[in-house]
């Protein structure tokens, strides 16, 4: 095999050291690199050749320890296996910095401690009851149906890459992140943990809900755990396991609920439905501001052709909700 | 070309603006509607959290009309479009599959899968072509940077929507472009709006929203524009709360994405409807107004 031609690379790194900085920049360096070589390569060639105070975190070279996420191209990636030639193919040049929502300790290493913070709040370990102990050196198996409700969970390797694209952490410290509720679930669906039920029952009021479900974090993730997906499921686990007992789930059972009536959305009962009227009367001026605009917010739906259609596929499958 | 018209719930509804676009635009186009009053709401994002199945069935149901009429479906909701995508997939799983069909035979209704799901975006610059959008410009949007809002689920998960490029799309800027606007980039166009949570924590919602208005401010844009009516709730409707929530006047006007076209097309802006937006969209039309025409 022929060795690969290089080309120009063109990288602009993020640079910055509280204390000494007051703002953060970017520095500039053309380095010629086979197209496949990995970032994380790149960086390093330019700590041992360039600038030896570059600061970064990384181990493993090879997409298994996670330390190496940073942002590449404003994209939450693993360093060591996003190759330089397509980066720069699609945008002229390579921007490095570090990743989003973790406060930046220098250049391109942050405080993972929020990260770590929201994990353990969902306490990642098998739990087990004490009444009912299981004996010792029993083998505890699981069936192959067991087994795949784990999904693509077992695959994170909390490089946090999902923490950082994730916008509703960015907004809200209320919300444990993609990791974290992609974990739970995990342990939510293994057989061998006893505290599934309240698990679901504690996730609600504590962010649950807070998820958008905009796929940021799947398609972060280097690992396709597909976080957002396992987030829906343990919304509908939540639901099942406890019933609706807040706004988010509140919103989702009336939505469902509302799509029966008249198989299209009656948008001013589903406000109803899922504020309760003390809570509407606070968003009346906002609903008020919008009426005047769009009249039609206030009429009732006209039902849809073959709405006993609809009622039949409901009290097929969600039997649940018949009176 | 002939395509079953899904138009959603919100553009039947408050987001009536959306409904007149996309017909006039249609109209213009030579696409022909066929409407079918027997489609029932997608589930939006919310549906399917309370319960998959039931939401996988109802969209299952949608599909088989619009099978039944031998025709692919026009949507024009980035939600919609996701939601519909995903039944296409889920009905490919053997035990999602039984169940829905356990529900629906008894009615008489089958699905075998042949529909496709084409967002309004996807037949303008695959189907219909940027070059037959071009030659039908009378009044090129010359000078008006416009930031495309994509809404996620018109983008994510890429894999299952088979959707262009999630993290660097580029069709609706080559949209905008092809009628004479200047699209900007900026890194919230591929964003969320917020509207998820808009009634889990109106607060963080806002917030969310707020960054994408101002991201795309700070790059230049005069107005935005989306192809999803969830997204124009939180990015126009909403804008009032997304400014106190990020603390700074906007004054972005934000279009659907008909509107925009309709307007190169000739449109007015009666016939756009937008007059019903909440925030004015008379800044941008000047600049309109003000470029010559062609």
């Known amino acids: 095999m022929s060795a690969e031609t290089t080309i120009k690379v063109p990288v602009s790194v993020y640079r910055f050291e509280p204390g000494r900085d007051s703002v953060p920049h970017y520095v500039d360096y053309t380095l010629d690199l086979a197209p496949h070589t990995p970032v994380l390569s790149a960086l390093l060639k330019i700590r041992a050749e360039l600038d030896p105070t570059l600061s970064l975190r990384y181990s493993c070279r090879s997409a298994i320890c996670g330390s190496c996420a940073m942002q590449v191209n404003s994209k939450s990636r693993l360093a060591c296996e996003t190759p330089v030639g397509p980066e720069v193919e699609k945008h002229g040049k390579i921007v490095i910095e570090p990743m989003r929502n973790q406060p930046v300790l220098r250049d391109l290493v942050v405080d993972q401690k929020p990260f770590w913070t929201q994990y353990e709040r969902i306490e990642p370990h098998l739990k087990l009851d004490p009444r009912h102990p299981m004996p010792e050196g029993a083998p505890n198996p699981m069936t192959p149906e067991e087994v795949e409700r784990f999904k693509e969970t077992p695959r994170c390797i909390a490089c946090a890459a999902c923490f950082s694209a994730c916008p509703a952490v960015e907004a809200d410290a209320g919300f444990p992140g993609p990791m974290a509720l992609a974990k739970l679930y995990r342990f939510v669906v293994d057989p061998r943990d006893q505290a599934r039920q309240n698990r679901l029952v504690r996730i609600q009021p504590e962010g649950l809900w807070l998820c958008l479900r905009c796929h940021l974090c799947t398609e972060a993730c280097p690992k396709d755990v597909r976080p957002s997906e396992r987030i829906r499921d343990l919304k509908e686990m939540a639901i099942a396991a406890q019933g609706a007992t807040e706004p988010g789930s509140r919103h989702a059972v009336a939505f469902k609920n509302n799509i029966r009536e008249a198989g299209t959305l009656n948008e001013m009962k589903l406000a109803r439905q899922t504020y309760g009227l003390a809570a509407l009367a606070k968003e009346l001026p906002q609903g008020a501001r919008i009426m005047r605009k769009k009249p039609e917010v206030r009429k009732r739906p006209h039902p849809i052709d073959g709405l006993d259609e609809v009622e039949k596929i409901y009290a097929a499958l969600d039997p649940k909700e018949r009176e | 070309m002939k395509l079953a018209y899904y138009p959603g719930c919100v553009a039947q509804e408050s987001g009536k603006e959306l409904d007149m676009a996309t017909r006039w635009v249609c109209r213009a186009l030579g696409i022909e509607l066929v409407p079918f009053p027997s489609f029932s709401c997608c589930g939006s994002g919310f549906m399917d959290e309370a319960n998959e199945v039931l939401n996988v069935a109802i969209n299952a149901r949608n599909l088989a009309i619009a099978e039944k009429a031998g025709l692919d479906l026009l949507t024009i909701c980035s939600t919609c479009t996701g939601m519909l995508s995903l039944a296409n997939l889920r009905m490919q799983d053997e ?196 470029a010559p025409r062609a």
């Open chain 2, 95 to 290: 035990k999602v599959r039984a169940r829905v069909d356990g529900a629906l035979k008894p009615l008489g209704i089958e699905y075998h899968g042949t529909v496709k799901v084409k967002h309004l975006l996807r037949v303008l610059t695959e189907d219909v072509g940027l070059a037959a959008v071009k030659a039908k410009v009378v009044r090129p949007l010359a000078g008006l940077k416009v930031g495309a809002f994509y809404g996620c689920h018109l983008l994510r998960p890429a894999d299952e929507l088979q959707s262009e490029s999630a993290e660097e799309p580029h069709a609706f800027e080559d949209l905008l472009a092809a009628i004479g606007a200047d699209p900007v980039y900026y890194r919230g166009r591929v964003m969320c709006c917020g509207f998820p949570i808009q009634f889990v924590k109106g607060e963080t919602a806002s917030r969310i929203g707020g960054r994408q208005i101002l991201d795309a401010k700070t790059h230049g844009a005069d107005a935005m524009a989306t192809p999803c009516p969830l997204c124009h709730i939180s990015l126009d409707a909403y804008q009032n709360r997304a400014e106190a929530a990020v603390g700074q006047r906007l004054d972005m006007p934000v279009f659907h994405l008909p509107q925009v076209v309709g307007l190169a097309l000739g449109a007015s802006p009666e016939e756009l409807g937008l007059s019903r937006h909440l925030v004015p969209t008379d800044i941008a039309l000047a600049k309109v107004r003000a």
